[in-house]
């Protein structure tokens, strides 16, 4: 079953158009509050002036007060044509003055001030109000006064209100609703458009996606990423042209030298050039499998395979020493001084075994390499902070060239030295692979060349020992010490 879409424009507008609906449902019902609470208000106070003019009705008797009206005014206070009006007086000492129907008991006391309340005349619900009076003199003892009507008017007053406020809520709401869709597509338009463009997006033109100018700063953040994002590739894809084409030079060359060896050894029927033809055979194969072993290496040391290392706790002076055995033979055939300085072991750093030793190996290839015949080469290692130092006396290099020659193929015009100017290049993407810094200093004698690789810090590593085959947890050497 296929995951649900997940839409921003639908989004903002259910956040946007649900409270808004909430917002006003809660203004109709507190209209239609506000409405009744008034409309009581208006025919609460019609009820108090009846009352009142009952009041002033009163006349003193001989046996107290009394309150007399002739038929017409009674049907005048009575008259209503959507309404029943009801009223009752009673004195003071329960004597029952004027009226027309048995109201319900008072709920409370009465006081100075009117009391309200709803009630029931004949099963009808009727509003009423109770108030007291003081009688006519000379006694003036207080009169209760209640008048009553029933709730039609006020229920179609309600009926009303709801029948006017609903038709405007619900056009509010469309209305509203019409602006928020409005606003929040206008809003989503760049979005849309860079969307759009993207689709349409062509490969081989790797252009930004559009300009940031009058873009909005929410979405700025994420043109500039995707603009960074093409530039990157742009140049991650000139790179790889470039490799691929100083790849396929560099492979041309000997392909063809051993074409022109081989098709030397087949014609030369004398046994000594053929046997000089053969050699040069070798030559070209030599030179043709360490160019193929570098350009492996280069892309096992890659940045895109990371997911293939595997890092562990090496002890970086055991592996140096192991490494150097490797070239001695090499440097003794030269007649190169081939030397360590550091630490027998202890210094620990997390990295990949193979990918560390073809490190120092292209290292100390390329010192042996442009440091010529009976040069000096040290390589050392200091402990804190962890550094991977290879220094010679050869003819060094130009500071204007020191970081050219990371660039695939490249070689120093004036250099004499063969290979085919992968090496330091390796060296630098095998050194970022472990968080490491390559770089070239000027020497500490002033001449030839000291390359650097400084290590990060590391606090524990467990590494396995070699010959027990359990982990080991030893401390690394960092600066901290």
Partial sequence: MPAPEHSLRRRLLTRLWLPLLGVLMLGSFLSVGLAVHFGNVVHDRWLL???MALGTQLRAGTT????????SAVEMFEWDSVDRIYENVVSADGEHLFGNAIFPPIPAGLSDEPR??????????????????????PESKMVTIQVAETMKKREVLV???????????????????????FAVTSSLATLDETASRLRRYKPEGL????????????????????????????????????????????????????QVQTERALRETDRKRHGEALADVVKAVSRMRHLTQQLLT????????????????????????????????????????????GPESGVIVSGEHRLLAELLGNLVDNAIQYGGR????????????VMLIVDDDGPGIARSERERVFEPFYRPRDSVAGGCG??????????????????IVDPPRGRGTRVEVVFPATDRITIQAPILGDAQTVDAVTAAE
């Fill in 49 to 51: 002036d009846s009352a």
């Fill in 64 to 71: 107290g007060p009394r309150l007399t009206l002739a038929p």
């Fill in 116 to 137: 309200y309340y709803d009630g029931a005349i004949g099963g009808r619900p009727v509003r009423i109000v109770a108030v007291t009076v003081p009688g006519p003199p």
């Fill in 159 to 181: 009926r009303e209100i709801i029948l006017m406020i609903v038709p405007l809520q619900a056009t509010i709401l469309l209305l509203a609703g019409a602006f928020i869709w």
């Fill in 207 to 258: 252009v930004p996606v559009r300009e940031v100018d009058g873009v909005p700063s929410e979405v700025k953040p994420l043109i500039l990423a995707i603009n960074q994002l093409i530039g990157k590739l742009a140049e991650a894809r000139e790179a790889q042209q470039r490799f691929v084409a100083n790849a396929a030079h560099q492979l041309r060359t000997p392909l063809a030298a051993l």
């Fill in 298 to 341: 280069l892309s096992r040391s890659d940045p895109s395979s990371a997911a293939m290392l595997r890092m562990e706790g090496i002890d970086l002076a055991q592996l140096v020493r192991a490494e150097l055995e490797r070239w001695a033979d090499l440097a003794i055939e030269r007649d190169i001084d081939l030397g360590y300085e």
């Fill in 374 to 385: 009976g040069s000096k080469i040290t390589v050392g290692i200091t402990p804190a902070p």
């Fill in 422 to 439: 992968l090496g330091l290049t390796i060296a630098r993407e095998i050194a970022a692979r472990h968080g490491a810094q390559l770089t």
